[in-house]
Every structure is written in structure tokens, then in C-alpha cells.
């Protein structure tokens, strides 16, 4: 039966295991307070990776996942996570970032640099140890990129959660959308930064400026578009932005965020906008999870692997909500205040898994440092609304907070 099966039919195969399974696991299991659909579409993702049904079933494995399908899937998967990475960059607002310029910038600055510093002092650890430095990666690439990994807040995510939480369009809400704006900024201007290929610098800074120029034409055009056509001609810049930052040595997720982050939020209507988010991951982005659990890999052996993804927990979420308390210390804020917006900006998911990709492809980082990495950003995501629910419970004056 299974050489009588086309390619076609096997790629069905796949997709009805990765929308099926999430989804029984969730909505049977009840997930959703602790391990959200996504979170438990990211971990169905390593359920069905060569690390545990690879290793169980092999012969099954190699049937479902053949060359011909992941790579179908893998073009499903860059799609679901440009789109994604576009509205992740539209949803930036710097305006009110600049307007709260000084408790934003010390906020902000203290959310990401202490983590970092922490992930990198995790990382300068790692290079001790075989296995985890990808074969074309400098030192400094290696440690900064895994810092960085750990210093990440997943704007995305951050939006479902405070939406779950019923706090998105309160003051405390849009306090926290400023710390993480100013941090996505910073966190993609760092990956531009570690994928710079002295080689080819002129490509990437003829890129960069050709950009410059393009985006400048591309905002007029837009603001002369009605909506609907700004929809259509948004997509198409966003694949020649990827298109050009990949010519270039930079990756195409880079584009992809540059792309939205020259795109003005009020341009779209935002019920239209939250739609187009929670379509993208309903429809596509589970396919980009699976891909994901696909590159999984514990060939140092599991516990190894766990307990690196257990020190990078450590500093991921220690650092940030040291970081957050030092901001909350300088700002005085509320007593319990520092403790609820740091639990919120240690969300990772889907941004670090995009963010570990990346490093993964320019072989900055191995499969192992991966899999640690992607165990790390859903133990932190899995802990975000427990942890805040109960807090905001008890503290409801701060919601109202504006700054």
C-alpha cells in the first residue's frame, strides 16, 4: 500500500497529523490556561521529529517524511513565517515608544540587556563543550546569537496572551507593547548584525540601501492605495524584501521583518489585522511548527540536552525579570508591578524559534543547540499565563496604569 501511495497523498498524510494531533491534544486535554494551541503545536512539532517518532518508528517516519514532503512542507513553512514576521513588523508602534522615550528606554534596555548577558554567559559556557557551535560560526557570532536567543520576547504571542488575559487594550497592556517594540527592534537589528558576511558587505549595504530608497517609494504608493489593494501590494513587498535580503547574505526573515516595519499599522484596518494574525497561525503556521520539530536533534543524548535547555531557562527568565525589577526600581513602580510585566516579556515562542532557525541555517548554531533552544522558548511560554494570571488577580489597580 505504501508504494502504491503518491507523493501527493503522503503530504496529505502529513498535513491531517499536524492539524490532528494538536488540535485532540489541546481541546480534549483542556490545555489552553497552561500550554496554549500554539505551544502545543510547537511541541507536536518535536513529538513528530526524527529525535522521538524517528527514533520510535523509523520505517513509519521515512514513509510520512520523505525528501519530497518536507521539502513541500518547508515551502509552506518559510511562507507561514514571513507572513508572520511582516505582521509582527506592522505591529511595531515607535510612536509611542519615543513619546515614553525615558521609561521606555531604561525599561526596555534593562529587559533585553541583562538577559542577553546572562544567555551570553550561558553561551561562553557552551564553548567548552563539543557539539553545540555550528561549524561556520565565530565565537562571538555563537555567544551573541545564543544571548540573544534568550534576551527575546515574542511580540506575537506577547498580543495572544494579553489578549487571553484581557489586559491588551488597558494602559498596562499598551506599556508592555512599547517595551517590546523598542526590544524587537533591537533584537533584529543584533541578527543583521551576527549575519553580516564580510565577503559579500557591499551586497548587503547596496541592499540595505536600495531598501532605503524603495521603502521611501513604497510608503507613498501605500498611502495613495485604498485598503484593499494595500493588503495585495503589502504581500508582494514583503516577497521582494525577503527576496533581496536573502541575495544579499542577510536571510529572508530579516526582510520579511524590515518589510513590515516600514508598513504602518494604521494603514489597516485592526480587526482586519488581528484576523490576518489569527488566520495565519490557525491556517499555515502549524506547518512551520512541524518543520521545526523536524530539525530537533539529541544525538549528544537527551539529558545533555535538557540540562543546557535548563540553564538557558534559568537565564532567559532570571535575567529578564532582574532586568525588569532594576527598571521598576528606577521608575518606582507599584510593589508586584516589575514581577507581572517581566513574567509577560519572558514569553518566547514563536519569535526565538524563528530567531534559532535563522542561526540554525547559517550553521551559527548545531541541531543540539536547537533543540535546547526550542525546549527553553515553550518551558518559557508554557509558564507566562499561569504565572501572571493569578498575579494580575491581585493587583487589578495596576491595569489602569499608563505609565
Known amino acids: 500500500m505504501h508504494a502504491a501511495m503518491s507523493t501527493t497523498e503522503i503530504f496529505l498524510v502529513a498535513m491531517t497529523l499536524i492539524f490532528t494531533i494538536p488540535y485532540l491534544i489541546w481541546r480534549v486535554g483542556r490545555t489552553e490556561y497552561y500550554a496554549p494551541l500554539v505551544v502545543v503545536q510547537i511541541i507536536t512539532g ?16 521515512n514513509f510520512v517524511f520523505t525528501p519530497q514532503v518536507i521539502q513541500s512542507l518547508n515551502g509552506i513553512a518559510w511562507w507561514a513565517v514571513m507572513v508572520f514576521v511582516w505582521i509582527a513588523g506592522i505591529e ?3 510612536r509611542q515608544a519615543w513619546k515614553y522615550r525615558r521609561e521606555s528606554g531604561i525599561t526596555a534596555g534593562l529587559a533585553l540587556g541583562t538577559p542577553l548577558l546572562f544567555g551570553c554567559i550561558a553561551a561562553v559556557g557552551m564553548l567548552f563543550c563539543d557539539g553545540w557551535v555550528g561549524s ?9 546569537g545564543v544571548g540573544m536567543a534568550c534576551a527575546v520576547t515574542a511580540l506575537p504571542i506577547l498580543i495572544l496572551f494579553m489578549e487571553k488575559l484581557q489586559i491588551l487594550r488597558q494602559p498596562i497592556g499598551q506599556r508592555i507593547l512599547r517595551y517590546a517594540s523598542m526590544d524587537d527592534v533591537a533584537i533584529w537589528g543584533v541578527l543583521a548584525l551576527i549575519l553580516m558576511d564580510w565577503e559579500r558587505v557591499g551586497k548587503q549595504l547596496g541592499f540595505l540601501l536600495v531598501f532605503a530608497v524603495a521603502s521611501h517609494l513604497f510608503r ?8 484593499r489593494d494595500r493588503w495585495y501590494v503589502g504581500l508582494i513587498w514583503l516577497a521582494v524584501c525577503g527576496l533581496g535580503a ?15 516595519a516600514v508598513t504602518d499599522s494604521h494603514w489597516f484596518d485592526q480587526k482586519k489585522m488581528d484576523l490576518m494574525r489569527h488566520h495565519v497561525l490557525l491556517v499555515i503556521m502549524p506547518v512551520f511548527f512541524l518543520s521545526t520539530g523536524l530539525r530537533t536533534n539529541w544525538a549528544m543524548g537527551g539529558s545533555t540536552v535538557f540540562i543546557a535547555a535548563g540553564a538557558l531557562l534559568f537565564a532567559s527568565v532570571a535575567g529578564k525579570l532582574m532586568g525588569v525589577h532594576a527598571a521598576g526600581r528606577i521608575l518606582k513602580w507599584k510593589p508586584g508591578e516589575a ?12 519569535i526565538m524559534i524563528i530567531f534559532a532557525n535563522i542561526l540554525l541555517d547559517k550553521q551559527i548554531i548545531t541541531s543540539e543547540t536547537f533543540t535546547a533552544l526550542l ?7 508554557m509558564l ?5 494570571a493569578p498575579k494580575l488577580e491581585k493587583m487589578k489597580e495596576i491595569i489602569f496604569r499608563s505609565k
Not at 561556520?136 to 551573541?144: D, E, M, R
Not at 514581577?339 to 514563536?350: D, F, N, P
Open 46 to 61: 518535536i513529538l513528530l521529529g526524527p529525535g522521538i517518532l524517528g527514533a520510535a518508528y523509523p520505517d513509519y517516519y
Open 92 to 94: 511595531l508602534d515607535l
Open 136 to 144: 561556520k560560526a565565530h565565537s562571538w557570532q555563537f555567544v551573541l
Open 220 to 227: 507613498k504608493l501605500m498611502l495613495w492605495l485604498e485598503e
Open 246 to 260: 536573502d541575495w544579499s547574505g542577510l536571510h529572508f526573515m530579516v526582510g520579511a521583518f524590515l518589510a513590515g
Open 339 to 350: 514581577s507581572i510585566i517581566g513574567w509577560l516579556l519572558q514569553t518566547k515562542a514563536l
Open 375 to 381: 525546549l527553553m522558548a515553550v518551558a518559557s511560554t
Open 384 to 388: 507566562t499565563v499561569p504565572v501572571v
